[in-house]
C-alpha cells in the first residue's frame, strides 16, 4: 500500500463544537439574520477544520510544487518545457505572480522542486510515476507541510504540459470524450489542442482496468500533482484548512475524493478557472468555487485571491459583537 493511500485510510473529521459554536455566534452577531450568508458557512467550515471557537487567517501560507512532464514531448503546451525550471527559480526568488499576490496579503510562497529535471515517463505509453517515486514525492509533500506554520494553506503548482495530465485525470475518473477534459492551457492553438485530445485519448485506454484511484493518479498524473494531492492529506491531519486553486490542482485531488467523498472536506475551491473542464469538474464533485475572474495561470494564484474572504468571513463572525454584547452593554 501506497503512503499516501496508508495516511489517507484514517483522517480526522472537523471539530463538530468548535464549528457550532461559530454558527451560534453567526446568529447573534450585529447584522440581519443570513445577512452573510455562504460568507457565514465559509466561517463555520473555517472553525470546524481548524478546531478553533474563533477562526482566524493570521499566517496563510502557498505551497507550490513544480516538475516535468514526460508528455510535454507530444507537443501540448504553448510553452517549451523548459519554463518550469525557470518558473520555479522566479518562484523561489520571489518575482512569480503568486509571490505578489501573497505579498499583498502577508501570506508566504514555498516553492518545492518535486521532479524539475526529472520528467514523468510518458504516460501516452507507460505509468506517469513508479510506486517508489509516488511514494517518495508523497514524503516530499508531508515534509513540506510539516515544515508550515499556517492556518490556510493555498496549493498551487508549476509544470509544463500539466493541463494534460490534469485533463487525463478528469477523463479517466468523470468519462466521457477527451474533447470534453482538454483546454488550450497556456494558449495552445486548434492543432494543438488536437494533440492534446489524443495524449489524453491514448492515456486513458491505456489504464483501462485501472480501478484504483490513487493508482489511476500515479498513471496519469503528475510529480507536482501527486505532491498536490499528498500536501491535501497531510495538511488534514495537522487541522490546516485547504484553499484549492485551478483545474490542475483540482484534478491532482479527484482521486482522494472517489477514494472517499469526505476526504475534500477540509477544502475551499478558491475560483472557477477558465480551463473548460474546471467547471464541469467542480459540479461532478459537488464544490463551489469562491470567485470566478476567468484566471487560467495556475501557481496557486486563484487560490491566493480568495485568501481575503475566507479571512473576512472568520473576522465577520469573530470580530463583530454580538446583539448582546452590544446592546447590554448601552
Ligand atoms: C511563463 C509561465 C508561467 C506560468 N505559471 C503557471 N503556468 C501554468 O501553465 C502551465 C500549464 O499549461 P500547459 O499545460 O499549457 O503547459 C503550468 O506550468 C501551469 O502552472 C505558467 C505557464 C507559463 C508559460
Ligand atoms: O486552471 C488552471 O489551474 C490552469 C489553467 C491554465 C494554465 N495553468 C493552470
Not at 514555498?110 to 506517469?128: C, I, K, L, S
Not at 510515476?129 to 509516488?134: A, D, M, N, Q, T
Not at 490556510?152 to 477527451?178: M, S
Not at 464541469?280 to 485568501?307: I, S
Request: glycine share 8%.
Amino acid at each position: 500500500m501506497s503512503l499516501l493511500a496508508q495516511r489517507l485510510a484514517d483522517l480526522p473529521g472537523p471539530d463538530l463544537a468548535a464549528s457550532a459554536a461559530v454558527e451560534e455566534r453567526t446568529a447573534q452577531v450585529l447584522r440581519p439574520s443570513g445577512a452573510l450568508q455562504w460568507l457565514d458557512d465559509v466561517a463555520a467550515w473555517k472553525a470546524g477544520w481548524q478546531r478553533s471557537h474563533r477562526p482566524t487567517v493570521e499566517r496563510p501560507a502557498a505551497l507550490v510544487f513544480a516538475a516535468d512532464h514526460g508528455v510535454a514531448a507530444a507537443g501540448v503546451s504553448n510553452y517549451p518545457a523548459e519554463i518550469t525550471a525557470s518558473m520555479l527559480a522566479a518562484t523561489q526568488q520571489s518575482k512569480a505572480t503568486i509571490n505578489a499576490f501573497a505579498h499583498t496579503i502577508g501570506a508566504t510562497v514555498t516553492a518545492v522542486d518535486v521532479g524539475v529535471g526529472e520528467p514523468t515517463n510518458d504516460m501516452r505509453h507507460e505509468a506517469a510515476l513508479s510506486p517508489e517515486r509516488f511514494d517518495e514525492i508523497t514524503q516530499v509533500a508531508f515534509d513540506a507541510v510539516d515544515a508550515l506554520d499556517t492556518d490556510l494553506l493555498v496549493l498551487g503548482e508549476l509544470g509544463i504540459g500539466n493541463t494534460t495530465a490534469a485533463a487525463a485525470i478528469a477523463a479517466a475518473f468523470a468519462g466521457g470524450e477527451a474533447a470534453v477534459w482538454v483546454g488550450r492551457g497556456t494558449g495552445i492553438d486548434d492543432a494543438g489542442l488536437e494533440r492534446k485530445k489524443t495524449a489524453v485519448q491514448e492515456s486513458v485506454r491505456r489504464i483501462a482496468g485501472v480501478v484504483d484511484p490513487l493508482e489511476i493518479l500515479r498513471e496519469v498524473g503528475g510529480s507536482e500533482l501527486v505532491a498536490m494531492a499528498a500536501a491535501t492529506v497531510a495538511a488534514r491531519h495537522r487541522s490546516i484548512p485547504i484553499v484549492l486553486d485551478g483545474y490542475i490542482c483540482t484534478s491532482s485531488v479527484l482521486p482522494l475524493h472517489r477514494a472517499d467523498p469526505a476526504a475534500l472536506d477540509h477544502c475551499i475551491v478558491g475560483h472557477c478557472s477558465a480551463e473548460p473542464g474546471h467547471r464541469k469538474l467542480l459540479d461532478a464533485m459537488g464544490k463551489k468555487p469562491l470567485l470566478d475572474l476567468d484566471m487560467r495561470l495556475g501557481e496557486g494564484t486563484g487560490a491566493m485571491a480568495a485568501v481575503p474572504i475566507v479571512k473576512m468571513a472568520c473576522a465577520g463572525v469573530v470580530e463583530v459583537a454580538t446583539f448582546d454584547e452590544w446592546f447590554g452593554s448601552e
